[in-house]
């Protein structure tokens, strides 16, 4: 419900002095809305699915799994693919594990995995700036990659 205010009730709270001020939103929201513009810039970056070359249904697709936080926005770990292949890479990790491989090498992906085995623990202020450091990269690429393809 809205009183004359630019957001809804719910968003705000009463400080000690009877004022109201926005409140700060949930980590949730924080880590769903990082997801969002982490995964839109991977896919501008990457305009293709790696593993087929197919652009349609584009995903951002992560070599390690994505519920480990250590790796979960490494720009290293996501790559852009189309559904089918991010959907078999669940079952069947090899194609993209070696296409990692054969285009950044055994060291890379060593690496990665050790930082992926590493537990990591993102405070809030980490995730706010993540989310202003990738919109405005994303911006960035939209605008310069308005007429590649692939």
């Not at 719910?10 to 000690?16: K, Y």
């Not at 790696?50 to 250590?70: D, M």
């Not at 285009?103 to 980490?126: A, T, V």
């Amino acid at each position: 419900m809205f009183v004359g205010l630019a957001f809804p009730l719910s968003l705000i709270r009463p400080n000690l002095k009877g004022d109201f001020i926005p409140k700060k939103p949930s980590r949730k929201t924080l880590i769903k809305k990082l997801d969002k513009v982490f995964s839109l810039y991977i896919r501008e970056r990457d305009k293709c699915c790696v593993i087929c070359g197919s652009v349609n249904q584009p995903n951002n697709g992560h070599l390690f799994s994505r519920r480990h936080y250590a790796t979960r926005w490494d720009e290293d770990n996501c790559h852009q693919q189309c559904y089918p292949c991010n959907f078999k890479h669940n079952n069947d990790p090899y194609p993209y594990n070696s296409w990692f491989i054969e285009k950044y090498g055994k060291d890379k992906w060593d690496s990665l995995y050790i930082m992926f085995r590493s537990p990591k623990k993102w405070y809030n202020f980490e995730i706010e700036e993540l989310i202003e450091v990738y919109e405005k990269k994303y911006k960035e690429l939209k605008d310069d990659n308005e007429s590649k393809i692939c």
